[in-house]
């Protein structure tokens, strides 16, 4: 496509149940990220894929939280056992990786845990 | 591990007049890109304006330009002839090009721009 796709766009579950959350990069992109955004705040940092390599999960808030990234493309970000403090905007970026390329953004899935 | 700090949460400014948002950076590496994201209310996150570290010349696009002080770590954005679309959350990252962390971009907590007609 011609631009980063996430799905779903909004998704209200309930706490303690599993969600998985889509993330369609630039074709050719290598480097994916994930960010949170929690309402009017900055983004925090998840994880980060590039090419091949192992992926730098630093981000990751507690064990409940798990990305994968199948054949260098597309990526899912699991949440399980949610909780409502992990109600935020979802957003996942793509780059042609390396240097000083631009990340594009996604428009986020908003995710509710009531 | 780098950091990214915006220490004005809120500015707002006239339409036509300069606004400088401001950010400050901490990084032991000596290669590394600076960048100024905007976020208006679409939630679509939109490249304002992008810095090498290694070039000493401040980046200019049209009516956005930073001022890079690399010793002093600060990269602040300037918006000149302020316009009403400019209205939006302001983010400033920073992407690292070396160590360890090699390719990985972090952002600040953000600055939330409103420009008054």
């Known amino acids: 496509g011609a631009g980063v796709s996430q799905s779903p766009s909004n998704k209200v579950t309930e706490k303690g149940k599993d969600v998985e959350l889509r993330c369609d990069p630039i074709?050719?992109?290598?480097?994916l990220y994930w960010y949170r955004q929690s309402l009017g705040q900055g983004l925090e940092f998840l994880i980060y894929?590039?090419?091949?390599?192992?992926?730098?999960k630093s981000g990751l808030p507690s064990d409940r939280f798990s990305a994968e990234r199948t054949g260098g493309s597309v990526s899912t970000l699991t949440i399980q056992r949610t909780q409502q403090e992990d109600s935020a905007v979802y957003l996942c970026?793509?780059?042609?990786?390396?240097?000083?390329?631009?990340?594009?953004f996604g428009q986020g899935t908003r995710l509710t845990v009531v | 591990a780098q950091t990214v700090t915006q220490s004005q949460p809120e500015m707002s400014v006239q339409e036509a007049e300069t606004v400088t948002l401001s950010c400050t950076y901490d990084?032991?590496?000596?290669?590394?890109?600076l960048f100024w994201y905007k976020q208006p209310p679409s939630r679509q996150m939109i490249l304002v304006i992008r810095?090498?570290?290694?070039?000493?010349q401040n980046a200019t696009e049209n009516r956005f330009s930073v001022n890079f002080q690399k010793a002093a770590k600060s990269f602040s954005l300037k918006i000149s002839d302020s316009q009403l679309g400019d209205t939006a959350m302001y983010f400033c990252?920073?992407?690292?090009?070396?160590?360890?962390?090699?390719?990985?971009?972090?952002f600040g907590q953000g600055t939330i721009l409103t420009v008054h007609p």
């Open positions: 970026a793509s780059s042609r990786g390396g240097t000083n390329t631009e990340a594009f």
């Open positions: 074709s050719g992109h290598t480097a």
């Open positions: 894929f590039q090419g091949n390599s192992a992926p730098d």
């Open positions: 990084t032991s590496e000596n290669n590394y890109y």
């Open positions: 810095q090498e570290a290694y070039k000493q």
């Open positions: 990252a920073f992407l690292n090009a070396g160590g360890t962390s090699y390719g990985k971009l972090t």
